[in-house]
Each structure stands twice: as C-alpha cells, then as structure tokens.
C-alpha cells in the first residue's frame, strides 16, 4: 500500500465514520499487514481530542500507536526498538507543519467543535462545508505522511 493509498483509505475510512485515530491507524495496519480490529476498537475514545476534550488530535494518536505497535513491545520480556521514539519523533515534527494553518495540534482548534454541544456535532456532521473538511484532509494527510515515513525507514534499513 503506497502512502497515497494510505491517504485514500483514512479519508474513506473517516467519511464512513470510524474517528480520526482509527482511520489513520486501520489505514497503517493495512499497510503492514496486520489488521486488529481490537486495537482498531481501542483506538475509538482518542477520536475528539482524547475522549471528546478537544486536545490532541486523534489522528496523530493514531499514526504514532501504528508507529508503537510495530517497534514497542507487549511484555515485560520484549525489548522496545528504539525506531519507535525516532518515527515517532519525525510523525510528530510533519504533523506540526500540516497544523501550522491551525496554530496547533489540538481538536478545538481544528474540528472548531465543542463536542459536548449536540446541535455543534450536528453541524459538524451534516454541514457539506463545515470544518470536517479540515479534518478530512488532515487524516489524509496523516496517513500519507505515516505511509511515507513507513516507507523511509523501509529502504534504510534494506540498505544497512
């Protein structure tokens, strides 16, 4: 799955209604290979801005858990594998640029939605020309921006 197939599934995935931190994740699991819909499904409350706060967006969340699920580990036995501070890291840094429009990585200052305001989702949801468009794109982006970063430590480490 290249990075702009990756972009493709997210805003599909988002438009049909998974939260941000689940189209970016389930987009990089495809893309990997190994799709959990358990963790896909624990990735639902981080949608919002971490349980519907408005704080950090749920689609770097869920590209930086992709990230996690390849390189941590899953018991106390593991060894974590330092790529994943590393990707972590440069994810982060891109998805500071793609935010720079909005002056943050925050939900509030993205969605511009209190999600605890029913007729603000309403608008959000049912309004063509809402700020979803915002959202949309930026888990697009995300992912393609996952995809890529994927792909880069991909070729380095073939040609180590």
């Known amino acids: 799955m290249t990075p ?27 893309k990997i290979g190994t799709v959990n819909e358990e963790v896909v499904k624990a990735m639902g409350s981080f949608g919002g801005g971490l349980a519907s706060s408005g704080r ?42 793609l935010c720079a429009p909005f002056a943050s990585i925050n939900c509030c200052d993205i969605a511009q939605v209190d999600w605890h305001n029913r007729d603000q989702v309403r608008e959000f949801y049912k309004n063509p020309e809402s700020t979803r468009q915002n959202c949309i794109k930026l ?22």
């Not at 106390?76 to 994810?91: C, F, N, V």
């Not at 995809?147 to 180590?160: M, P, R, W």
């Open 4 to 30: 702009e197939e990756m972009r493709e599934k997210a805003i599909q995935l988002f438009k049909e209604r998974f939260h941000c931190s689940q189209a970016v994740l389930a987009a990089g699991q495809e």
């Open 56 to 97: 950090v967006c749920g689609a770097l969340v869920g590209g930086v858990a992709l990230i996690s699920s390849m390189y941590s580990r899953g018991n106390l036995q593991g060894k974590e594998d330092p790529r994943m501070w590393y990707l972590s890291r440069a994810l982060v840094k891109k998805f500071e640029e």
């Open 139 to 160: 888990v697009g982006d995300t992912a393609y921006a996952l995809g890529k970063i994927l792909e880069e430590d991909e070729q380095q480490s073939k040609s180590s």
